[in-house]
């Protein structure tokens, strides 16, 4: 199936078959998001980025309270 098909075949539902494609689009999307994320941080890939929040945060850059 082509984004084409699936792009008229999602015109063609229903509000509620829309709402329902909708939510189970939403989860499906989040668990690729979860399952990438997972991997990035396996492999290493925030390792730096981490790194410099935990250098700001010894540097007294943070009092770990939220503002507002």
């Given at each position: 199936m082509t984004?084409?098909?699936?792009?008229?075949?999602?015109?063609?539902?229903?509000?509620?078959?829309?709402?329902?494609f909708h939510a189970?689009?939403?989860?499906?999307?989040?668990?690729?998001?979860?399952k990438q994320i997972e991997e990035d941080a396996k492999s290493g890939r925030f390792d730096k980025l981490i790194a410099e929040v935990n250098e700001e945060y010894s540097a007294g850059f943070s009092t770990g309270q939220n503002s507002g």
């Open positions: 984004i084409t098909e699936l792009e008229q075949a999602v015109t063609q539902l229903s509000e509620q078959e829309l709402a329902r189970w689009f939403d989860e499906y999307y989040a668990q690729l998001w979860d």
